[in-house]
């Protein structure tokens, strides 16, 4: 569904280039001190320092050595994120299409969801159109969390970002399936998608009323993954039969967030 100009920019935004992109920023970090040790040689300095010299010398080294592990451990944290391709913006089937031939799906074949179709759907739940976001949001407060469950573990999304940052690395499908009292639907898919709130955010503005208007809000999200589904060619199923408490644990949501829907998505079988 993207143009071909979109298609060609990708490699900044795959994942494989995340990775590439931080792992030169961590040797960037290491080779700083190394840079700075040469340079004192080149002064004609090195020979000729007392022992305290040589004392500052090698607390630097340690620092730097410090510094170059911190880059190390800063590489690894950063590749966990993972930046998605701009979604598309325009075309597709019509509207009135989508409508005419959405259903709820099932059974799915096994295959995973590539970036782009991910990030379409992502986009649909919770991504940023014109400055706003694709749902309507009491107060433009925006409660919602989307979390997406695959074979890598948890990822939430970040609309301002577009792009998915992992939270636990670990496969939680089985586990997320058992929260939904074992439906096929749920083990049977690739991807799930785990609509939540932080009910708090609206309670603040809304007070009571922010229940009721964070369920709106998941339901007018997850309609827009339902129906982008069906214009990808995709199937999918809204989950609202599920213990709270056994998902929240088997997602890793904290305390303040609410699960509202589980979405199982795949390419129809
Ligand atoms: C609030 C809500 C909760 C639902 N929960 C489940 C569920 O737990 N399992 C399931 O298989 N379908 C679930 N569904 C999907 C409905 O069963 C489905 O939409 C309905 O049978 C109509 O079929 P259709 O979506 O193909 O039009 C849910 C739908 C809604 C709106």
Not at 139 to 151: E, R, T, W
Not at 153 to 160: A, E, I, L, S, T
Not at 161 to 174: I, K, S
Not at 218 to 239: M, S
Request: contains cysteine; aromatic residues 6%.
């Amino acid at each position: 569904m993207l143009s071909a100009s979109q298609k060609q920019r990708p490699l900044r935004c795959s994942y494989a280039g995340a990775i590439v992109t931080h792992q030169t920023q961590s040797y960037r970090r290491s080779a700083q001190p190394m840079r700075t040790r040469r340079a004192a040689r080149l002064d004609g300095a090195s020979d000729a320092r007392p022992w305290g010299m040589h004392a500052f010398t090698a607390a630097m080294l340690i620092l730097g050595t410090l510094v170059g592990g911190c880059g190390l451990e800063v590489s690894a944290r950063t590749i966990d994120r993972r930046v998605l391709p701009p979604p598309e913006r325009d075309g597709g089937p019509s509207l009135t299409h989508v409508l005419a031939t959405r259903h709820s799906v099932r059974t799915f074949r096994s295959e995973a969801l590539d970036d782009e179709a991910l990030g379409q759907l992502l986009w649909a739940a919770q991504g940023i159109n014109d400055g706003h976001r694709t749902a309507p949001s009491a107060g433009a407060l925006y409660p919602l969390k989307i979390y997406v469950a695959d074979s890598q573990g948890v990822w939430r999304y970040v609309p301002d970002d577009h792009a998915l940052v992992r939270e636990r690395t670990d496969d939680r499908r089985a586990a997320i399936t058992r929260a939904c009292f074992g439906q096929d639907a749920v083990s049977g898919a690739p991807v799930l998608l785990v609509v939540t709130a932080e009910i708090a955010i609206t309670a603040r503005k809304y007070g009571p009323r922010a229940e009721r208007y964070a369920a709106l809000e998941a339901g007018h999200a997850t309609q827009n993954v339902l129906l982008t589904a069906t214009a990808l060619g995709l199937g999918a199923v809204p989950i609202g039969a599920f213990d709270d408490a056994t998902l929240s644990k088997a997602v890793g949501l904290a305390a303040h967030v609410t699960p509202f829907y589980v979405v199982p998505v795949g390419t129809p079988r």
